[in-house]
């Protein structure tokens, strides 16, 4: 998760655009990156190879969750990216910062999914919490 991060962060900070759809994108990804964060220090919270099996069975479940999470925000993100460059399309050409932020962007989806695929593929429902 640490490298979705990382990616996540520079993708984050090139978006220095006011506009309504940079800004909800902007909450949407800072969601994904307080999630992130979450995820690392959950995963670092506890010695998996002592910790009794229900503990071990509760953390990973609450990482599935935040791995999920975590893709649903930045996913969401994107998209109002992707709006704001199409509407934007139509008036100029796309901005500056517009090649760094897909680059940004497409390394921390590619480390997410090839270290979180099975917890993004799928969230198990809890029926009673």
Same mark, same amino acid.
């Given at each position: 998760?640490?490298?979705?991060?990382?990616?996540?962060?520079?993708?984050?900070?090139?978006?220095?655009?006011?506009?309504?759809?940079?800004?909800?994108?902007?909450? +949407?990804?800072?969601?994904?990156? /307080?999630? =992130?964060?979450a995820?690392?220090?959950?995963?670092?919270? *506890?010695?998996?190879? %002592?910790?009794?099996?229900?503990i071990?069975?509760?953390?990973?479940?609450?990482?599935?969750?935040?791995?999920f999470?975590?893709?649903?925000?930045?996913?969401?993100g994107?998209?109002?990216?992707?709006? +704001?460059?199409?509407?934007?399309? /139509?008036? =100029?050409?796309?901005?500056?910062?517009?090649?760094?932020? *897909?680059?940004?962007? %497409?390394?921390?989806?590619?480390?997410?999914?090839?270290?979180?695929?099975?917890?993004?593929?799928?969230?198990?429902?809890?029926?009673?919490?």
């Open positions: 998760m640490q490298a979705t991060y990382c990616s996540l962060k520079v993708g984050y900070d090139r978006l220095e655009i006011d506009h309504p759809l940079i800004a909800e994108s902007k909450k +949407y990804l800072r969601f994904a990156l /307080d999630l =992130a964060q995820y690392h220090v959950l995963k670092n919270s *506890i010695f998996w190879k %002592t910790a009794r099996p229900s071990k069975r509760r953390a990973k479940q609450q990482l599935n969750i935040l791995a999470d975590c893709c649903s925000n930045f996913l969401a994107c998209d109002r990216i992707s709006a +704001y460059v199409e509407e934007m399309s /139509d008036i =100029a050409p796309p901005p500056i910062w517009w090649n760094d932020v *897909i680059v940004a962007f %497409t390394l921390a989806y590619d480390a997410l999914i090839r270290e979180h695929e099975s917890e993004v593929a799928s969230k198990q429902l809890s029926l009673w919490e």
